[in-house]
């Protein structure tokens, strides 16, 4: 934050940054001090006189509290005092502040030596702590350092990066000097943190490598780019309440002119977010997306036990709009007395986006039945710039069902030709050894076509499915009158809703591990219809039973290749994580003879074999049997039961 209150925890009496910070600048020479009558800092009493009042931007576990005058002014120490602090119980949700509400040392008279060295048994979980002084009004009283000890990891305590420009030649980082409010002028600000040319980029994975001490600890990290360089529109109430963007020389304001401002500065609180898109401000639809969604510590964590030159291999998406150029991280740590998570670095994949102009996307219609198959068009159209080389031939979309299928592809309104993908490959990418064509067109027909494959894949460790689609090379030539490409899908939700969020590269150019898709974001496709958007919704979310087809039954697991194995198939609805799911095999008594699973589901079609045998691999005598289908989520437990029948 650039608040001059960053750690002071309150305003009181117009105190600056610098003055309050010569108690922490671990200078015995300089100390911050007032008479109480001077100013009533902070706190819910008031009467601070030369007190620390502190807040700490997270809570620790606090055992020691040292403060002390200047060695050659004992007589300015603070005799007479309490101690009160902050906690999590003491936030308040609607001034989003933390108050002072519990006494950490009772009044206190007559404590004559310079230096308080107070110690705390066992260590007080505290944000933010006062240092209340009840000497005379008249007396001057002082702190020159305040110290602060602890044990243990802080339950709540969290880092945020610098802004990072990533469009130059070299990354930088929006870095300075000092504080920008010990800056005189807007040049010297300008010169540290030049603005220079940029070019966009395409985002591709993160990941990092740490540590996790004990079993509790946790971090949730979260990510935000932006194609301008404030994260906020700065502004000032200029009279009658009026907020005006740019100061009284009529230039916008940025951080710095807007922290300059001697009246009428609007508090950073209060000040609009720079969203990506609206047009918001002197930069009109630049901007800054919202923080993601929060990874966890094993999301993106390099596997170790593998080679140091594999590492780049691990890492999860980053969820970020593509053509933007600036990013900011920050890592919120969520740790116990005991426990806790060590990062040693964090890394991030970039590249040059394929498309300058970026790719869109949109869904119709954008409502549908709660598992039920339907029909969908997906529409793309990528912008080019005039006489860009770039060319892609493949599509992905992020599915909600694995049996979604591609029932036509067009171009520009004109069907494709489907070929067939092989069955057996050992390539990672199914779609790689697949060549689609570019057709002939009819006698004089001005119109593209040609050839496309389809696959679908499925994430083991997440349960994401994805849709392939490879076709041949298509540029800018072929979309220079804002022709676009329509898959008409069928698939199924079985969730409230579905993003088929998209990407598309070119394989040509490198392995689909070695590349870094552009992603498709969501807009104007096309005039033929309006969501602008691929989000489908559900249009009324009902329960819906669960239902098994076990099949072949009765099955034959005599090892003849034919009918060996029952499957159980049944569809988990309006599931949001990973779930156990498991059948039990029972003989007639109800006594339990095998157990598939459990395994971990999500939202989704499921399949669970059972090849006849017992749980020392015997085969089961032929017969009637019992199957139990247990469905485990949010600590509650589904049953279905269902009979089967064993022959050979």
Known sequence: P?????????????INRIDYGKMVDGDLSTAFGTTSTDYRVAG???IHGGGASLNLMGFYHINRLIFQPRPTLPVTAIANYFVVYGDPTTVNSVLATLEVKKILVPVTWEHTDPVKDLHFDPPVLLGRIDVASLDSDLDYKETAEVGLFGEGFPSDA?????????????????RYSQLLELFDDAGDVEAEFPDQPGSTVNWGKVRWRGRKTGSAGDVRIQFRAGDAPNTHIYARDSGANEIDTRGEDGRPLDAFSWLKLRQGRIPEAELRYNELGPDLGSDGPRGWSFWSAPFSFE???IDESLPAERWSEAGVPLPLPTGTRYLQFRILFDSTIESAVALDYLEFDYGEPLISGGVVAEVFPPRVALGEEASLRYFLQPFFADGEEGEFNRIELT??????????????GRTWEEIAVPTATTDDDPLLPVDPLRLEPESDSPFVVGQFAQTIVSDPRTGETRLLVKFPLLGASDFKARQSIELSLRTRLFRG?????????NDRLATREATIPQRVRDGDAVQEVATDATLVVVDNIQPRRLQVQAVPNPFTPNGDGINDAIEFAFDLFLVLDQIEVAVEILDLSGRRVHRVGPVSRTAGQT?????GRDVAGHLLAPGLYLYRLQVAADQTSTETLGVLSLVY
């Open 158 to 174: 969290s880092f945020t990066s610098e802004i990072i420009d990533i469009g130059t030649p070299t990354p930088r980082a929006r």
């Open 299 to 301: 999301d993106g964590l």
């Open 44 to 46: 819910i009493y008031g």
């Open 2 to 14: 650039i608040s001059g209150d960053y750690f002071k925890s309150g305003s009181g009496g117009g």
């Open 607 to 611: 399949k669970l074999k059972w090849d």
């Open 497 to 505: 809703s579905a993003r088929f969020a998209g990407s598309v590269w």
């Open 399 to 412: 599915v909600p069902d694995a049996s979604t299928r591609i029932d036509t592809f067009k171009f520009d």
